[in-house]
């Protein structure tokens, strides 16, 4: 069964620095979504992406964040300068192919990002 | 404002029980409602979903409901397992490829 893949599956950084975290999407998708939950609270949209440009986006996706599709498969999100508050677990989903309203989404086992 | 809540933070029945879980919406222009299922460490996954052109549709052991009169989504699901304890969002739409706006969560704990 096609599922989406996230990398890696924990990460740990410094306040201050940068990380990127890594999607690879079930492969004939063409949107893509980051989301993150803080722990026990619910899941908070970030970002959604479709034809290689960001097509919503939330409060919470201010200048720290950016997202990019390197390549064919790859879909990643960029925390620059990082902060104690981003410390959640981030989630990567896609959906697709033919889009409509009850395309439902796939979600990833998430990264763990812990900043110290 | 427009977001998605649950009613009750936890839920606790015996297995074999059948499980009602509820969500309330604010959004009238939402017209796509989806319950997701999280284990402890996981993402979200799928359960069902719905269009806002009906008012149930059931699947294997999972039926939801949608009364848009009162902007209110349940999911029940039939002789209730100890597999079937998580937390369950409801979450919403209001077109394709567009945020999911996620409730806050109900835990059902399933004892055997």
């Known amino acids: 069964e096609p599922e989406v893949t996230q990398t890696p599956s924990h990460q740990v950084t410094q306040m201050g620095q940068e990380v990127i975290l890594r999607c690879v999407p079930i492969s004939n998708h063409l949107y893509f979504y980051w989301y993150r939950q803080i722990l026990g609270q619910k899941v908070e949209f970030l970002v959604s992406f479709y034809n290689n440009e960001i097509s919503e986006k939330s409060e919470i996706f201010d200048d720290q964040f950016s997202v990019e599709r390197p390549d064919g498969s790859n879909f990643t999100l960029k925390i620059r300068s990082t902060k104690l508050e981003d410390s959640a677990m981030y989630f990567c989903?896609?959906?697709?192919?033919?889009?409509?309203?009850?395309?439902?989404?796939?979600f990833g086992q998430g990264t763990r990002l812990t900043v110290v | 404002g427009e977001s998605v809540g649950l009613h009750l933070p936890t839920l606790s029945v015996q297995e074999g029980d059948n499980s009602i879980i509820n969500c309330a919406y604010s959004?009238?222009?939402?017209?796509?409602f989806i319950w997701y299922k999280q284990e402890s460490g996981k993402g979200p996954q799928f359960i069902i979903d719905?269009?806002?052109?009906?008012d149930k549709r059931q699947g294997q052991r999972v039926t939801v409901l949608l009364n848009k009169t009162v902007k209110h989504l349940s999911l029940q699901i039939a002789a209730t397992q100890p597999g079937d304890s998580a937390v369950y969002f409801c979450?919403?739409?209001?077109?394709?490829?567009?945020?999911?706006?996620f409730g806050k969560g109900t835990t059902l704990s399933v004892s055997s």
């Open positions: 959004n009238s222009a939402s017209d796509y």
């Open positions: 989903a896609s959906s697709g192919p033919g889009g409509g309203a009850d395309t439902e989404a796939f």
């Open positions: 979450a919403e739409s209001n077109q394709a490829g567009t945020a999911l706006i």
């Open positions: 719905i269009r806002s052109n009906m």
